[in-house]
T-cell receptor, first 112, second 112 residues
Framework: GESVGLHLPTLSVQEGDNSIINCAYS??????FIWYKQESGKGPQFIID?????DKRQGQRVTVLLNKTVKHLSLQIAATQPGDSAVYFC???????????FGAGTRLAVHP | KAGVTQTPRYLIKTRGQQVTLSCSPI?????VSWYQQTPGQGLQFLFE???????NKGNFPGRFSGRQFSNSRSEMNVSTLELGDSALYLC???????????FGSGTQLSVL
C-alpha cells in the first residue's frame, strides 16, 4: 500500500543477534521487491532485491524471503552490528517500471 | 563510479516561489526517478524519466514537473510553493527501467 505513518515501529536487538524485519505488501501484481536502509541525513541505500519468480535470495549477511501467498516480505540480518542501526524500507513495483511503492519503514536499534 | 548527485543539498524558499532541483545520475544510468519524503507521508513517487521521456507519474499536482536531458541528468521544478511542499526530495537512477534504484542524498526543501 501507500507509504504512511509518522510513528515508525522499532525493532530493538542486541549486537550479534539476528534481526528480522517484516513487510506486508498490498499489490498482488507486484513482481519486484527491494529493501533499502536509510540512515539519518542520507538517502535510501540499496540492500537487496528479489523478483517474484524467487522466494529467497541471499546477500552478504542479509537474506530476503518472499511469500506471495500471503503477500509478505522479510529481511533477515545476521549478526547485527551497531552500524546496522537505521530505518529499513521495503518497496514493491510492477510492470518493469521504477515506480516504487514504499512501506512505512521500521527503525532498527542495535544495542551493544 | 560516483553515486547519484543532487544539488543543492539544502534550500529555503517562501510560499509562492518556485524551485528547481538538479540530479546527476550514476554514469551510464539512463532512468531517473524522483521521490518526495516527509515524516507524515513517507516516501512517495513523483515521476520517472527514461531517455528524456516521462514514463510514469505519481499523484502530485501539476505544480510538480520534471525533465531529463540527453546526458540523462534530470531536473524537477515545483512552482507556486506551498508550506506542505517542505520535504526531502530524492532522486534515484538505474541502468534501465525495472532495475535496482540507487538514491542520492536528497535536497532538503523548507518552505516558509
Amino acid at each position: 500500500g501507500e507509504s504512511v505513518g509518522l510513528h515508525l515501529p522499532t525493532l530493538s536487538v542486541q549486537e550479534g543477534d539476528n534481526s528480522i524485519i517484516n513487510c506486508a505488501y498490498s499489490n498482488s501484481a507486484s513482481d519486484y521487491f527491494i529493501w533499502y536502509k536509510q540512515e539519518s541525513g542520507k538517502g535510501p541505500q540499496f540492500i537487496i532485491d528479489i523478483r517474484s519468480n524467487m522466494d529467497k535470495r541471499q546477500g552478504q549477511r542479509v537474506t530476503v524471503l518472499l511469500n506471495k501467498t500471503v503477500k509478505h516480505l522479510s529481511l533477515q540480518i545476521a549478526a547485527t552490528q551497531p552500524g546496522d542501526s537505521a530505518v529499513y524500507f521495503c518497496a514493491e513495483s510492477s510492470g518493469g517500471y521504477n515506480k516504487l511503492i514504499f512501506g512505512a519503514g521500521t527503525r532498527l536499534a542495535v544495542h551493544p | 563510479k560516483a553515486g547519484v548527485t543532487q544539488t543543492p543539498r539544502y534550500l529555503i524558499k517562501t510560499r509562492g516561489q518556485q524551485v528547481t532541483l538538479s540530479c546527476s545520475p550514476i554514469s551510464g544510468h539512463r532512468s531517473v526517478s524522483w521521490y518526495q519524503q516527509t515524516p507524515g507521508q513517507g516516501l512517495q513517487f513523483l515521476f520517472e524519466y527514461f531517455s528524456e521521456t516521462q514514463r510514469n507519474k505519481g499523484n502530485f499536482p501539476g505544480r510538480f514537473s520534471g525533465r531529463q536531458f540527453s546526458n540523462s541528468r534530470s531536473e524537477m521544478n515545483v512552482s507556486t510553493l506551498e508550506l506542505g511542499d517542505s520535504a526531502l526530495y530524492l532522486c534515484a537512477s538505474s541502468e534501465r527501467q525495472g532495475e535496482k534504484l540507487f538514491f542520492g542524498s536528497g535536497t532538503q526543501l523548507s518552505v516558509l
